[in-house]
C-alpha cells in the first residue's frame, strides 16, 4: 500500500506537469494555415522534377505533418480554403479568401495566419489583403519554387519560415507580408521576378527583413497604407468591378482596348514600356474610352526601382488618365479592382494610387 506522503508527492508532481504543459501550451502562439493550392502543394514523379509537377495536389494537413517542427514555433491548425494554381485565382477568390482571414483574425484564439499559395500570383493575393484586412495581426503568404517531392524542396523551409513569421508579435502591424527564400517582403512591394529559381521574388525596394532559423531580422517598414490604416475593408466588398490589364509595345493595336471596353471593363491598366508611354495613334482611342466613363491606368512593364510619373510625356491632366506610380501592372489592377469598389471619381482614384 503506497504510503499517503508519497501519493501526494506523486499528485504534486503529475500537477505540476499539468500546468507547466499547460503554460508551454498557451506560451506558444495560435496559428492558422489557409492553403489554396500551388507548387507548395505541387508533386512531380520524381525527385529529380524540380520544375515539372503538378501544382494543387497535396493537401494542407499533409502539409502540416510533414513538418512536426511546426509545433516548436506555434500551435497550428490548417483549412483548405481552395486547392487551385494560382494562376487560376479570379476575383471571387480573392473576396472569398479576404472575407475568410479578416474573420479569423478577429477571433481571440488566433494570433497570426498564413496563406500557402502559388507563386504566379502571390504578389495580386498579398497586396489585395493587405488593402482590405483591418487586423494588426501578422499574415504571411508563402508559397514555393519546387514541389515537395523534389530534390532541395524550399516548400518546407518556406512554409516553417512563415508560421514562424506570423506567431510573432514583432510582426504585428507590418501589413501583409510574403516569406519566401528566407525574405519577409511587403505584399505591397514584392513580385515575381523569376520564373524557375529558388529567388524568384523581389520587392524593388528591398525586403522589409529577413527570417532565420525562426528569428526575425528586420530593415525597414512599408511607408504606403495599409491594413489597419486603409481606408477599404473587405466587409464591405462583396464582389470587385472587371479591371483588365492591355500589354503594350511596339506595333500596339486598339483592340484588346475596345475590347476590354465592350466587355464592361471599368478600368483599363495600360502597361506601357518605359514611363507608361502611349503610342500616338493609341491617344484618341484611349480618349474615346475615357469620355465614356472608362478609367485609364497608366502603368509601366518596366519595373524595379521607378515610378510612372504623371504628366511626363502625356498630358494627364488634361485627358483625366491616372497614373499607377511604382505598381506594376498586376498589382495596379487590383488596386484599381478595389478603389473602383468605393469611388469613380478619378482625382480620388489619383490620391489612392499615391497613398497605397
Ligand atoms: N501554377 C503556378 C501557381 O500555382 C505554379 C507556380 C508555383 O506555385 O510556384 O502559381
Given at each position: 500500500m503506497m504510503k499517503k506522503s508519497a501519493m501526494r508527492w506523486l499528485l504534486a508532481i503529475a500537477s505540476a506537469i499539468i500546468v507547466s504543459s499547460t503554460a508551454i501550451a498557451q506560451s506558444k502562439p495560435n496559428v492558422v494555415i489557409l492553403a489554396t493550392g500551388g507548387t507548395i502543394a505541387g508533386a512531380g514523379a520524381d525527385v529529380t522534377n524540380s520544375a515539372t509537377y503538378q501544382a494543387a495536389k497535396?493537401?494542407?494537413?499533409?502539409?502540416?505533418?510533414?513538418?512536426?517542427?511546426?509545433?516548436n514555433v506555434a500551435a497550428v491548425r490548417g483549412e483548405q480554403v481552395f486547392q487551385i494554381a494560382s494562376e487560376s485565382f479570379r476575383n471571387d477568390n480573392l473576396v472569398t479568401l479576404g472575407k475568410r482571414v479578416a474573420a479569423l483574425a478577429k477571433q481571440d484564439d488566433v494570433d497570426g495566419i498564413v496563406i500557402t499559395h502559388g507563386t504566379d500570383t502571390t504578389e495580386e493575393t498579398a497586396y489585395f489583403l493587405n488593402l482590405v484586412?483591418?487586423?494588426?495581426?501578422?499574415?504571411?503568404?508563402?508559397?514555393?519554387?519546387?514541389?515537395?517531392?523534389?530534390?532541395?524542396?524550399?516548400?518546407?523551409?518556406?512554409?516553417?519560415?512563415a508560421v514562424s513569421v506570423a506567431g510573432s508579435k514583432d510582426a504585428r502591424g507590418r501589413?501583409?507580408?510574403?516569406?519566401?527564400?528566407?525574405?519577409?517582403?511587403?505584399?505591397?512591394?514584392?513580385?515575381?521576378?523569376?520564373?524557375?529559381?529558388?529567388?524568384?521574388?523581389?520587392?524593388?525596394?528591398?525586403?522589409?527583413?529577413?527570417?532565420?532559423?525562426?528569428?526575425?531580422?528586420?530593415?525597414?517598414?512599408?511607408?504606403?497604407?495599409?491594413t489597419m490604416n486603409s481606408e477599404f475593408d473587405i466587409e464591405k466588398i462583396s464582389a470587385l468591378p472587371l479591371v483588365e490589364i492591355a500589354y503594350a509595345g511596339g506595333n500596339v493595336s486598339d483592340t484588346a482596348y475596345r475590347a476590354f471596353a465592350n466587355a464592361g471593363a471599368?478600368?483599363?491598366?495600360?502597361?506601357?514600356?518605359?514611363?507608361?508611354?502611349?503610342?500616338?495613334?493609341?491617344?484618341p482611342v484611349l480618349q474615346e474610352l475615357r469620355g465614356k466613363g472608362i478609367q485609364i491606368i497608366r502603368s509601366s512593364h518596366v519595373n524595379a526601382g521607378g515610378?510612372?510619373?504623371?504628366?511626363?510625356?502625356?498630358?494627364?491632366?488634361?485627358?483625366?488618365?491616372?497614373?499607377?506610380?511604382?505598381?506594376?501592372p498586376q498589382k495596379a489592377r487590383i488596386l484599381a479592382s478595389v478603389a473602383l469598389s468605393s469611388t469613380q471619381d478619378s482625382r480620388e482614384l489619383q490620391r489612392i494610387f499615391m497613398e497605397y
Open positions: 497535396v493537401p494542407v494537413d499533409k502539409l502540416i505533418a510533414g513538418i512536426p517542427q511546426l509545433n484586412v483591418h487586423t494588426e495581426k501578422p499574415i504571411v503568404v508563402v508559397a514555393s519554387m519546387r514541389p515537395g517531392t523534389a530534390m532541395s524542396a524550399d516548400g518546407t523551409l518556406n512554409l516553417y519560415s501589413g501583409v507580408l510574403v516569406v519566401m527564400n528566407d525574405e519577409i517582403d511587403s505584399g505591397r512591394d514584392v513580385t515575381k521576378a523569376v520564373n524557375i529559381k529558388v529567388e524568384a521574388f523581389k520587392s524593388p525596394w528591398g525586403p522589409l527583413g529577413l527570417v532565420v532559423e525562426g528569428k526575425n531580422y528586420w530593415f525597414r517598414k512599408l511607408d504606403k497604407r495599409h471599368k478600368a483599363i491598366i495600360h502597361a506601357g514600356p518605359g514611363n507608361g508611354s502611349v503610342a500616338g495613334p493609341l491617344v515610378f510612372v510619373l504623371r504628366n511626363a510625356e502625356q498630358p494627364d491632366d488634361k485627358y483625366d488618365w491616372i497614373v499607377a506610380h511604382d505598381l506594376n
